[in-house]
C-alpha cells in the first residue's frame, strides 16, 4: 500500500507539473490574441480611415463630374395656369371651375393612363445644359410620337426644333453619366446600357440611335431608372424623394452635396 501510495503521488506530481505547463501556455494563447484583438481593432480603424478617405475622394471626383461635365438644374416655363387667365378673362367664373382648370392642369396622360404630376407639367430637368432637357414627370412620349410621325411624313423641316431631339440627347447623356457614377462608385448595375457606338455592334447603342421603336425606347428607359434606382439605393438616398419615372431628378438627388452617403 505504500509503495501504491508513492507512485500516486508521483503520477499527482507529474500532472500537476503539466498542468502549470498548459496554464502557462493558455496564459501564452490569450496574450497572443489580446495583441491579435489589438492589432484587428487597429486595422479596422485604419480600415475603416481608408474608407472615409476613399469616400471624400469619390464624393469630390462625383461633384466635380456634376458641376463641370454634366450640371443638371431645375428649368421652370414661363407658362402660366390657365385657371388664372380664365379667371382673369371671366370675372364671374366660380371658385369651383377655377380649381377643376388647376386640378386638370396638374394631370397628364402617360402611356394610356392619367397621371397626377406634383409639378403643375412646368418643370423640366437639364443636364449639361439649359438647351437639353427631360420632362420632370418622366412623359417623354414626344419622342415615338415623332419617330411614328416621320414614318408617314417626309421633309427636312421635321428635323428642326423637334423636342424628340433633346429628349434623345439628354438620356444619351444621363446614361453616360450613370456609366460613369458606377466606376467611380464601383457599384454594379442591375442593366447594361452602352453609351458609345461600338463599331461591330451598333445595335448596342442605347438613345443616340436612329429612331427607335417605341417598344425599345420605353425598354432603354426603365433600364436606365432602374440603374438611376439601384445607385440610389446604394448611397442611401431618401427613399422619400425618390419616383421610379424622374430620371434626371433622381439622378440630382444622387449627386446632391446634401447627400450624407455619397460615396459609401
Not at 9 to 16: I, L, R, T, V
Not at 78 to 88: C, G, H, K, L, Q
Not at 103 to 109: P, Q
Not at 228 to 238: A, K, R, T
Request: charged share 25%; with cysteine; net charge positive.
Amino acid at each position: 500500500d505504500t509503495e501504491g501510495l508513492l507512485r500516486i503521488k508521483e503520477e499527482n506530481q507529474k500532472h500537476y507539473r503539466r498542468a502549470q505547463r498548459h496554464q502557462e501556455k493558455k496564459e501564452k494563447i490569450q496574450k497572443h490574441n489580446r495583441k491579435l484583438g489589438d492589432l484587428v481593432e487597429k486595422k479596422t480603424y485604419d480600415l475603416k480611415t481608408q474608407y472615409e478617405h476613399l469616400a471624400n475622394l469619390r464624393r469630390a471626383h462625383i461633384l466635380e463630374l456634376t458641376s463641370v461635365i454634366f450640371p443638371m438644374e431645375e428649368v421652370k416655363t414661363s407658362m402660366r395656369d390657365p385657371a388664372d387667365v380664365s379667371s382673369e378673362s371671366d370675372n364671374a367664373m366660380t371658385s369651383s371651375t377655377v380649381s377643376k382648370l388647376a386640378e386638370a392642369r396638374r394631370t397628364t396622360y402617360l402611356s394610356g393612363r392619367w397621371v397626377c404630376d406634383d409639378h403643375n407639367g412646368d418643370t423640366s430637368i437639364s443636364i449639361t445644359g439649359p438647351w437639353i432637357i427631360l420632362p420632370n414627370n418622366g412623359d417623354y412620349s414626344a419622342y415615338y410620337n415623332w419617330v411614328e410621325e416621320k414614318k408617314t411624313t417626309q421633309g427636312p423641316d421635321m428635323e428642326h426644333n423637334n423636342p424628340a431631339h433633346t429628349i434623345s440627347a439628354a438620356l444619351c447623356y444621363a446614361t453616360q453619366l450613370v456609366n460613369t457614377l458606377s466606376l467611380i462608385l464601383d457599384v454594379n448595375l442591375p442593366k447594361k446600357l452602352c453609351n458609345r457606338q461600338v463599331k461591330t455592334q451598333q445595335e448596342n447603342l442605347e438613345f443616340c440611335g436612329e429612331n427607335l421603336s417605341r417598344h425599345r425606347f420605353t425598354r432603354a428607359v426603365k433600364k436606365l431608372n432602374a440603374n438611376i434606382l439601384h445607385l440610389c439605393f446604394s448611397q442611401h438616398v431618401n427613399l422619400d424623394l425618390l419616383h421610379p419615372l424622374h430620371t434626371l431628378r433622381n439622378l440630382m438627388y444622387l449627386v446632391s452635396p446634401d447627400t450624407e452617403n455619397l460615396g459609401r
